[in-house]
């Protein structure tokens, strides 16, 4: 029987998304480290053909932060049951480089200092190990160009996004969200 937390199995159960497999994978990459906070975030995705399901889970110990990642592998030719992929990845704290947090706020204009909510969170955790290149083609100021001018980009962190809404989890887990971000930030500065 794995040993996270309480609350944490309590999560992962009410996610749903074989809860055993995941604390049996955060068990293992937690190495018997005590868990300060944690955030899962279950996804249900739909494509032309098939349905979709996988769950992020965060957890930040005294040391690390353990991103574990779970997804459905629909069968196919060369296996012919569905299974899943699931995958941990533990970085030292001393390694973080950004934490970005997102707040999309509902009519921004009646926003009451620590009174109200967002309504959406998103937060970007980089340490460098992936990063995302956006490219467009470039243009000049003349409307009559027609010459190529190359390309222009951008590189971004891309270590981990989620983004957790109010509409689809609930105001309880854009606050969780909120609360994790803000322990991660801090540790990451040094301050746990």
Same mark, same amino acid.
């Given at each position: 029987?794995?040993?996270?937390?309480t609350?944490?199995?309590?999560?992962?159960?009410?996610?749903?998304?074989?809860?055993?497999?995941?604390?049996?994978?955060?068990?293992?990459?937690?190495?018997?480290?005590?868990?300060?906070?944690?955030?899962?975030?279950? #996804?249900?995705?739909?494509?032309?053909? #098939?349905?979709?399901?996988?769950?992020t889970?965060?957890?930040?110990?005294?040391?690390?932060?353990?991103?574990?990642?779970?997804?459905?592998?629909?069968?196919?030719?060369?296996?012919?049951?569905?299974?899943?992929?699931?995958?941990?990845?533990?970085?030292?704290l001393?390694?973080?480089?950004?934490?970005?947090?997102?707040?999309?706020?509902?009519?921004?204009?009646?926003?009451?200092?620590?009174?109200?909510?967002?309504?959406?969170?998103?937060?970007?955790?980089?340490?460098?190990?992936?990063?995302?290149?956006?490219?467009? +083609?470039?243009?000049c100021?003349?409307?009559?160009?027609?010459?190529?001018?190359?390309?222009?980009?951008?590189?971004? +962190?891309?270590?981990?996004?989620?983004?957790?809404?109010?509409?689809?989890?609930?105001?309880?887990?854009?606050?969780?969200?909120?609360?994790?971000?803000?322990?991660l930030?801090?540790?990451?500065?040094?301050?746990?």
């Open positions: 029987m794995p040993v996270v937390p609350t944490l199995r309590r999560d992962l159960d009410r996610a749903g998304y074989y809860p055993a497999l995941v604390a049996d994978v955060l068990d293992v990459a937690l190495a018997e480290e005590d868990v300060l906070a944690h955030l899962v975030l279950p #996804e249900t995705t739909f494509d032309d053909v #098939e349905l979709r399901r996988h769950v889970v965060l957890v930040l110990t005294g040391t690390r932060l353990v991103v574990a990642h779970v997804d459905d592998l629909p069968a196919d030719s060369e296996h012919p049951s569905a299974s899943a992929s699931a995958t941990t990845e533990s970085v030292p001393r390694e973080l480089r950004t934490v970005g947090l997102t707040h999309v706020v509902g009519d921004p204009a009646r926003y009451r200092e620590g009174r109200t909510a967002p309504v959406e969170v998103v937060i970007a955790i980089g340490w460098g190990s992936v990063s995302r290149v956006d490219l467009e +083609p470039a243009a100021d003349d409307p009559q160009c027609e010459a190529d001018h190359g390309l222009t980009g951008s590189i971004t +962190p891309d270590d981990v996004v989620v983004r957790v809404s109010a509409a689809a989890e609930g105001t309880d887990a854009v606050k969780a969200a909120v609360q994790f971000a803000r322990l930030s801090a540790a990451g500065a040094g301050r746990l």
